[in-house]
C-alpha cells in the first residue's frame, strides 16, 4: 500500500515538473500564433477575415490537423488570415473559455461585421482539410468589389472623383478572391470595381483586348488616361502597383499619432512630418499590409505589449487636417518582388532605390523626395515610372549592384529589363551627393529619361531572365499563395478525383 502511495506521488510530482508544451505552431510557420491579448488587434479589429484555431498541443486531432492547417495558412496568405490559439497556456484559458471552447481543437471563422472590432464570429465544421478550410474561408472574405456594367460605368468613374479606383476586365461572372482581398487591403482609399468581357462599350473605351486587364484609375476631373497593369497576377504585385495611387491600409493598424490639435487645423510640419514617419514605419512592418503575411511577427514584437491609443472619439470629434503627407514609396522587399517588378524580361523603366541597412541623411532625404515626387505625380494625374526602395535586406541588392559595379551604400538607378538597359543618378562613376536628391534634381533626371535623353548603360547578360520565368517548381514552394487567385469559376468544374491536397492548389489560379 505504501508503495503504491509512494509511486502516485512520484508521478504526480514527475507530471508537475514536465515543462510546458511548447504550441504546435513555431515563429517561422504561416499559422499566427494569437493570444487573448492581440486577438483583438489582430483579428477583430481587421477587415480580413480570419480563421481561429483552440487547441491544446498534447490533443491527438490537433496534431493530426496541423498538416493541413498549416497548408490552408499558406494557400491562404493574402487573402484571409489564419490563427491559432493555444488553450494549454494558462494565460489563454479564460480567454478560450470566453469563445466557448469545449474540445480541441475547435475551428472559428471571423469575418468582420458593420461595425470595426465587432466581428461576426461562427464555428467551422466542416471537413478538417486544407482544402475544406480554404473553401469555407474564402466563402467569408467581405466582398467590397462593385459589379459594373456598360450601364452604371459611367457613374461608378463619376462617383466620388478623386477617389482612386481599380477597374478589372475580366471574362469571369464571379469575383476572385484575389480581387476581394485586393478591395479590403484598400479599403476606403481605393474603389475596385470588375465589369465583363461582354460590356462591349466599355471594353472599346479602355481599349481592352485580353482578359483579365486591370486598369487604375488615380481620380480627379483629368483622370481620363487609366493606367493599364502589364505585371504578373499575384496579390503583392497588383498591391505595389495599386499603391502608387494610394497607400494600403496596414493590418493590423499602426497605434494611433497623437496629432496635437490646434484652432486653425494647422499643425507644424515638423510634427506632421515626425508622425507621418512613425505612422509610416508601422506600416512598412506591415509589408504593405498584407492580410496574415507579416503578421507573425508583428504579434511577436508588439503581443506583449500593447499600445495605448488615444480614444477614437477624441479623433472623430475635431477632425484634424494634416498636411497631406507624402506616402513612403513602395520596398521590394524580395528577390521575387524585384524581378517581377523591375528585372523581368518584359518589364518597363523601374526607378530604384538601394538604401543601406542604416539609413543617412542623404538617404532619407532621397526617399522624401522620391516619396514626394511620386505623391505629386499621383495627385496630378500624371503618369509617371514606377520608384521602389530595394534595402540591404533584400538579397538581391547585393548582386544587382555588383552586377553593375556599384558600390555606394545609397544608389538610384533606372532599370528597363525589356530593353536591358541602366542608367545611374547622378552620372555613372560620381557618388550622390545632397543636391542631387532634391526633388527638383529627380524630376529633372526622371523627364530626362522618360525623354529617352542621355545615355545608358547595358545590363550585363544573365541579368535578366530572357524568357519569362517557368513557374516555380512545386518541390520549392510547395503551396504557393497568389495561385488561390479565383474564389468560384462559373465553368463547370471538372474535377479529377485527384488526391485532396493537391486540388486545393490547382483550383484557384485567375484573378
Ligand atoms: C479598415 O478599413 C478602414 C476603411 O474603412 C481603414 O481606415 C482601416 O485602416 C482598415 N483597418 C485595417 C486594420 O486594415
Known sequence: MVHTATLTAAAAALLCALPVQAGLYPK???????DGKNYDRLIAQSNHTSIVEFYAPWCGHCKNLQPAYEKAAQNLKGLAKVAAVNCDEE????FCGTFGVQGFPTLKIVKPGQ??????????????????????????????????????LETFLADANETPKALLFTDKGKTSGLLKAVAIDFKGSIKVAQIRNTDKASVELFGVTKFPTLVLLPGGKEAAEGI??????????IVAFLSQAATPNPDPAPPKVK?????????SPDKAKAAFEKASKSHAKADGSTAGATATEEVLEDGAKPTESPSPEADTEKPVVL??????????????????????????????????????????????????????????????????????SNVAQDVVKAAISLDAPLEIV??????????????????IKDEDVTVEAIE?????????????????????????????????HPIVVEEILEEVDDEPKTEKPAAEETKVDDKHDEL
Open 28 to 34: 517561422s510557420s504561416a499559422v499566427l500564433s494569437i
Open 414 to 431: 533606372a532599370i528597363n529589363g525589356r530593353r536591358g538597359w541602366w542608367r545611374k543618378l547622378p552620372a555613372k562613376g560620381s557618388a
Open 228 to 237: 493599364v497593369y502589364d505585371g504578373e497576377l499575384k496579390k503583392d504585385a
Open 259 to 267: 496629432v496635437p490639435k490646434k484652432k486653425d487645423s494647422k499643425i
Open 323 to 392: 498636411p497631406d503627407p507624402a506616402p513612403a514609396i513602395p520596398t521590394l522587399a524580395t528577390e521575387g518582388q524585384l524581378k517581377k517588378e523591375c528585372l523581368g524580361p518584359k518589364t518597363g523603366t523601374c526607378i530604384l532605390a538601394f538604401t543601406a541597412e542604416t539609413e543617412d541623411a542623404t538617404t532619407k532625404k532621397a526617399l522624401e523626395a522620391l516619396a514626394e515626387l511620386a505623391h505629386k505625380h499621383a495627385i496630378a494625374k500624371r503618369n509617371t515610372l514606377p520608384f521602389f526602395v530595394v534595402p540591404k
Open 444 to 476: 529633372s533626371w526622371v523627364d530626362a529619361i522618360k525623354m529617352g535623353e542621355g545615355s545608358k548603360e547595358k545590363l550585363p547578360e544573365g541579368l535578366i531572365p530572357t524568357e519569362p520565368e517557368a513557374p516555380e517548381p512545386q518541390a520549392e
Open 115 to 152: 461595425k470595426t472590432g465587432r466581428p461576426i464570429v461562427e464555428d467551422y465544421n466542416g471537413p478538417r482539410t486544407a482544402k475544406g478550410i480554404v473553401e469555407a474561408v474564402m466563402d467569408k472574405i467581405p466582398n467590397l468589389v462593385k459589379r459594373v456594367t456598360d450601364k452604371d
Open 91 to 94: 494565460s489563454n484559458k479564460q
